[in-house]
């Protein structure tokens, strides 16, 4: 049985693109053992600190519980949940994918591809990323800049399974359903996530699946109701723990959908834990872990694709990473502990 003695909270500045943070919680219980967790992209880090120093210690220190299933939302957030949930694995001598019900050793991966400066300078990049191994890319797409980068890498590689990504930047179906021409598997999150109505109307032209992002299992059943789309973006991180990630997963399973895993900033310990739930069995379609760069995680080994696969860590129980504790604490702008 779990009982937390100590609890540590570091915020990073991590090394890459625009200098991104991260918190990361570490939990020690009376025998040693220790479980780490790690909040990133969320809209304010600041929130998540305070909310850290307020509310974890009284939420775990000393408690007595046996699962994290039966530990509150509130008891740290997705930092503490997935702490929670590295510590019990370990505990318990199992794989945190196979504490999560995955059942897969390996995972397919999607390699994001952002807009560029001219056609070929983006078909250049697709090709190193399909010579470096990947059979899949996520092109992003937005109004000016769709169907003609599209085009144009699908005749540069007639068999290569192509998805887009639109962030959400569309009002209208037009372009969006122009692209459905070049044999796309996924349109992800074309509209504003509040618009249910487009989505629906969308995914009644296209036959490419149209994937919704969304950290509300109400919101996912409006869309499920509404039969507006057919796979579900899952980010482990949108969610404020991983029984209520598991709980979105079941019910985008139920619905017949697919399941993309994401999880790309921070310091690796996120992305192992999006390494995880996608090893679930709806997690059908490639998964995307493929941010930021491996020189800049303090996790042993590095998460990522090699060949265009992930591998699931099934030889160490918990998360299956060991962390750099000398790189963490020269990256860590403040910190406390209780």
Known sequence: MPRVREIEVFRLALPYGRRPESILVRLTDYGGMTGWGEVVEVPCLDKAWSMLEETLAPALLGLDWEHPDELPPAAGGTAGDMACWDLWARMSGV???????????????????????????LVARVNRQVCGGYAHVTLDVHPGWDVEPVRAVRNAYPGLAISVDAHGAYTGAEQLVALDAYDIEVIERPFADSDVVGHAELQDQVAAAVAVETGSEGRLMEYIEAGAARAMLLRPSAFATLAEVRRAHDRAVSAGWDIL?????????????????????????????????????????????????????????GLGHTVDESRLRRLAKESFSA
């Not at 390996?106 to 390699?111: C, E, F, G, N």
């Not at 490639?286 to 998460?303: F, K, M």
Request: charged share 10%; glycine share 14%; hydrophobic share 40%.
């Open 95 to 121: 794989p945190l994918s196979h504490a999560l019900g995955g059942t897969r050793t390996s995972l397919m991966a999607t390699v994001r591809i952002g807009a560029d400066r001219s056609l070929e300078s």
């Open 261 to 317: 895993c994401a999880g790309g900033q921070g310091t690796g310990l996120a992305r192992a834990a999006a390494v995880a739930v996608a090893s679930m069995p709806g997690c059908t379609l490639p998964c995307d872990v493929t941010q930021p760069p491996r020189n800049a995680q303090i996790v042993e080994p590095p998460v990522g694709a090699s060949g265009g696969v992930i591998a699931v860590p099934l030889t160490q129980p």
